[in-house]
């Protein structure tokens, strides 16, 4: 490829880094935040008490709560027991505590965990090839006849071998 080649990616490669470094940085909060969500790390914990209908299925129960794998660990009385609380089949009274992480770390997960569902899903689908073409790109920094451009080959060689690792532990 030109020289003229090499400088427009190298420009794009400049700039698109910048903007992706915002981007990134986000990522990797909610990266880190989302290592620990099978703890209550930075989590607090949040009482609720709704009313609901009455005599509500364990399945119906968790879609009014919106809970995910909900499950009714026992059942007495009126009372259906869940993790966290209770539901009165009854007097359709909801009482139970959820722990949940402050809301930005909150809505920084949900655009972590993004999937073709959600309505900006798109930006995920920019942020891959993005992220794709500033990796590629990376490759027309240095000439490949230098000697970091050899060492960048093996750094990027041992990061995939890496990742390789990774995937079958």
Partial sequence: MGRKTEQTFRVIH????FFL???MIVYAISGIVLTFRNTDYLKKEIHYKKN???Y???EDLGSALGMGRFRVDKEQDDLLYFQGGTYNTKTGVADYTVKKLPLLLENMNKIHKMHSGHPLF???IFFGVSLLFFAISAFWMFRPTTSVFRKGLYFTAGGIILTLILLFV
């Fill in 122 to 124: 798109w930006l995920g």
């Fill in 14 to 17: 400049r700039y698109l880094g």
């Fill in 56 to 58: 509500l299925s364990a």
């Fill in 52 to 54: 609901l209908e009455p």
């Fill in 21 to 23: 470094a915002g981007i």
